[in-house]
């Protein structure tokens, strides 16, 4: 046994007392003969219960015994040390600490969701397979030059003059080649084998393709580039259980250093949702530098940074974190990759924005919708019988994340990017083929004619009233300010601190007690530390607990 659990122990025993029945009676009876009965349940808290609470809470540990002595015997110096009063130095003290800090981030997982590891981020196609040969190789596009889904031959590569490939011709008519040694990204410590084809180093092919992006997959020369760079293997999903895990994690963690620097760094609250700090490590940083133009299901044009201002990490840095400063666009982890990947539509992040910061998750009313069956219903859902109840706010909402690409994390630069492209309408009006970013971005195949007057407009401009356009122009940013200004913001983060550490939802009999905290929070230039002490020193609190 440890010796805090120790202590705890022996504090519990001490607690003990025995029943009237019990005392003793001067007969010389065992007062404890008929067992030992515990205290009566008090309506709050004691001292040493109240210093354990709030060691739980603050650092996910239990007092040390040296922690108990001290705040027995006043010895931290507080003015109310000692006189029947909680110990606070000890709380203030451990709110300072990084325990607490990482706490906080813990907390702030079951509002955001930042687990992205079951979204697939690059295409099976960039993907290499060892074969039962331990050679690695790209089933999927294997058979633009091998002609078939095989691997290549056995045998070291060897090149002709010109330094093409020597082919080998199998008896079922597929061309192969050898192979080569690569020491990949992921672990420069052991050289693979892999086939030549996809071991190819060129950014360009010689027919003029980039050879780092989606086009790349159906040239023939065309391989995974330098260390492999712009490809993976199953070996890096731990098995196959869950794609991408390393990269999944770094984007992951991005929200979660962004939250511990606000606590670690004492900064407002606000930052969490409107700062341009991000944080990457190695393999966030690989991917961010290498893989966002050859991706899955989801879109990464463009990404938020400048490749070539990126830390220069390597694969294997995992547990190193660095600092990142991106551009005015952001809004904190609102605009991070793991949040708009997790949240994938610009009505999702509105929603879980609304539900998790401002306490107002979107529900149909009591009755439920009514009107459902209209037969000639309005694209445009502010409008629609039944989804207007909700869709009036949702849509304008998650117009702010306009320029942000749905099922994906790029941002659509307004300076490549307008919100009306004439080439984009020509396409749509003509049946002439559309650009890739026509296609992906603006309106060139409306459902009914209620589109047409959007026709080569953003996808996102569509059933915008003309008051909302500020909304897209400023982003998610603008949200959160007129969130702050009008109250529902701060109002809700203490409304969401005070439901974690009482462990219980708060009501309207907290109503005035939690106005209280609000209006601290803002006072205190919303520093969280100072909204959770105001919490844990509260009569609440400590009935609660």
């Known amino acids: 046994m440890s010796v805090s659990s120790l202590l705890s122990s022996l504090l519990y025993l001490a607690s003990i007392t025995l029943s009237p029945a019990q005392a003793d009676d001067g007969s010389g009876a065992d007062a404890y003969a008929d067992g030992p009965t515990c205290a009566p349940d008090s309506d709050a808290l004691d001292d040493h219960a109240l210093l354990r609470a709030w060691s739980l809470d603050v650092r996910g540990v239990v007092p040390s015994p040296e922690e108990y002595a001290a705040f027995a015997d006043g010895a931290s110096g507080a003015d109310n040390a000692g006189d029947g009063g909680p110990d606070v130095a000890a709380l203030d003290a451990w709110l300072q600490t990084d325990e607490f800090a990482w706490r906080v981030v813990r907390y702030?997982?079951?509002?955001?969701?930042?687990?992205?590891?079951?979204?697939?981020?690059?295409?099976?196609?960039?993907?290499?397979?060892?074969?039962?040969?331990?050679?690695?190789?790209?089933y999927l596009v294997a058979p633009n030059y091998r002609g078939g889904p095989v691997s290549c031959g056995d045998f070291e590569a060897q090149y002709d003059a010109d330094g093409e490939l020597i082919l080998q011709e199998t008896e079922e008519g597929y061309r192969q080649e050898g192979w080569v040694w690569v020491t990949p990204y992921w672990d420069r410590a052991n050289p693979i084998r892999v086939c030549a084809y996809e071991a190819q180093e060129a950014v360009v092919s010689p027919w003029g393709t980039a050879c780092d992006t989606y086009d790349g997959r159906y040239d023939m020369y065309c391989g995974c580039g330098p260390e492999l760079a712009w490809c993976d293997t199953f070996d890096l999903g731990h098995n196959g259980d869950n794609p991408e895990p390393p990269v999944a994690m770094g984007i992951a963690g991005d929200i979660e250093h962004r939250i511990h620097r606000v606590i670690d760094e004492d900064l407002s609250y606000l930052e969490i949702l409107t700062g341009r700090t991000m944080f990457v490590n190695g393999p966030y940083a690989h991917f961010l530098r290498y893989q966002t133009q050859v991706p899955a299901h989801v879109r990464f044009n463009e990404i938020p940074i400048d490749p070539d201002l990126l830390p220069d990490l390597a694969f294997e840095d995992e547990d190193t974190w660095v600092p990142v400063e991106l551009g005015e666009e952001q809004s904190g982890v609102l605009t991070s990759t793991a949040y708009l990947?997790?949240?994938?539509?610009?009505?999702?992040?509105?929603?879980?924005?609304?539900?998790?910061?401002?306490?107002?998750?979107?529900?149909?009313?009591?009755?439920?919708?009514?009107?459902?069956?209209?037969?000639?219903?309005?694209?445009?859902?502010?409008?629609?019988?039944?989804?207007?109840?909700c869709h009036a706010i949702l849509e304008p909402a998650g117009s702010h994340w306009g320029r942000w690409v749905e099922y994906g994390a790029g941002w659509l630069d307004p300076d490549h990017f307008g919100a009306f492209e004439e080439d984009c309408e020509w396409c749509a009006i003509t049946g002439e083929s559309c650009s890739p970013e026509c296609l992906n971005y603006y309106v060139t195949d409306p459902l009914t004619s209620e589109e047409d007057p959007w026709l080569g407009s953003m996808r996102s401009y569509e059933f915008v009233e003309e008051r909302h356009l500020e909304n897209i122009a400023e982003g998610p940013k603008l949200l959160v300010n007129n969130a702050v200004a009008d109250g529902r913001l701060p109002a809700c983060v203490a409304k969401n601190a005070a439901t974690w550490l009482l462990g219980r939802e708060v009501d309207d009999n907290d109503a005035a007690w939690l106005d209280g905290l609000t209006r601290e929070f803002i006072a205190s230039d919303y520093r969280y530390p100072v909204l959770v002490r105001s919490i844990l020193t509260s009569d609440a609190y400590r009935s609660a607990r």
């Open 108 to 138: 702030h997982r079951s509002l955001l969701w930042p687990n992205v590891t079951d979204i697939r981020l690059l295409s099976n196609r960039q993907r290499l397979l060892m074969g039962d040969d331990g050679i690695y190789y790209r």
């Open 341 to 389: 990947m997790k949240f994938q539509t610009r009505r999702g992040r509105a929603n879980r924005f609304y539900s998790a910061f401002l306490c107002q998750p979107f529900q149909p009313p009591d009755q439920g919708l009514q009107d459902l069956n209209d037969p000639d219903a309005s694209l445009d859902l502010t409008q629609r019988s039944g989804c207007s109840y």
